[in-house]
Nanobody
Framework: VQLQASGGGLVQAGASLRLSCAAS????????MGWFRQAPGVEREYVAA????????YNRDVVKGRFTISRDNAKNRVILQMNSLKPEDTAVYHC???????????????WGQGTLVTVSS
């Protein structure tokens, strides 16, 4: 699976961004999809994940109520809608694919290159 993330940018606190991850290659809808982020000097951390069907989603506590993950298997795409952004959300955001439902970074087999989100105060 090849993954390409896009949609990052520079925004002010309180704004919204919509990240998109386009997948190609092996059957996209067989994979659990996740979003991770990595800020400077910090380990890459899990943000959100969605099951292959889209029926189950998981969000990191600090983004609950603000970020929503969704997927469109017909278009081989996973979306991260980010609302009420905060400066601490600043990071490079990566999409990733795993064969089973997990929030563990080491269990994701495929990674996109990342898109930078910068939130100014």
């Amino acid at each position: 699976v090849q993954l390409q993330a896009s949609g990052g940018g520079l925004v002010q606190a309180g704004a919204s961004l919509r990240l998109s991850c386009a997948a190609s290659g092996r059957s996209f809808n067989n994979y659990l999809m996740g979003w991770f982020r990595q800020a400077p000097g910090v380990e890459r951390e899990y943000v959100a994940a969605i099951s292959w069907s889209g029926s189950s989603t998981y969000n990191r506590d600090v983004v609950k109520g603000r970020f929503t993950i969704s997927r469109d298997n017909a278009k081989n795409r996973v979306i991260l809608q980010m609302n009420s952004l905060k400066p601490e959300d600043t990071a490079v955001y990566h999409c990733a694919a795993a064969p089973s439902l997990t929030t563990r970074r080491d269990l994701y087999d495929y990674w996109g290159q990342g898109t930078l989100v910068t939130v100014s105060s």
